[in-house]
């Protein structure tokens, strides 16, 4: 590799490594990252599905409906939202998957 080629790329990581140190300061105090949602209520034993296909009913469902509203609603904090849908919906996916 050409030694014009490696410096560009270092300078490309120095920028996205201040970019991402800036954003992580300035939102991180007032906007929860998504994947704090995503792993702080789908992992909960109490509200997720127990068996494993309702798991991965459940875990589908999540995906779809992130996607979905990510790319035709106006919610600007889709994850959360999806979480407590699907949060609501584990113990009917439970009920029909066991039965």
């Not at 991180?28 to 997720?48: E, K, M, R």
Request: with cysteine; hydrophobic share 55%.
């Amino acid at each position: 590799m050409s030694e014009d080629f490696i410096a560009s790329f270092q300078l490309y990581l120095l920028l996205l490594g201040v970019f991402c140190h800036i954003r992580l300061v300035t939102l991180s105090v007032t906007v929860p990252s998504p994947l704090f949602h995503l792993l702080n209520g789908t992992t909960d034993p109490v509200t997720a599905a127990t068996s494993n296909k309702a798991r991965l009913i459940y875990a589908a469902g999540i995906g779809i409906l992130i996607y979905v509203i990510k790319t035709w609603g106006a919610y600007p904090d889709a994850v959360a939202f999806v979480v407590l849908l699907m949060n609501m919906a584990a113990p009917t996916i439970d009920y029909y998957v066991k039965s």
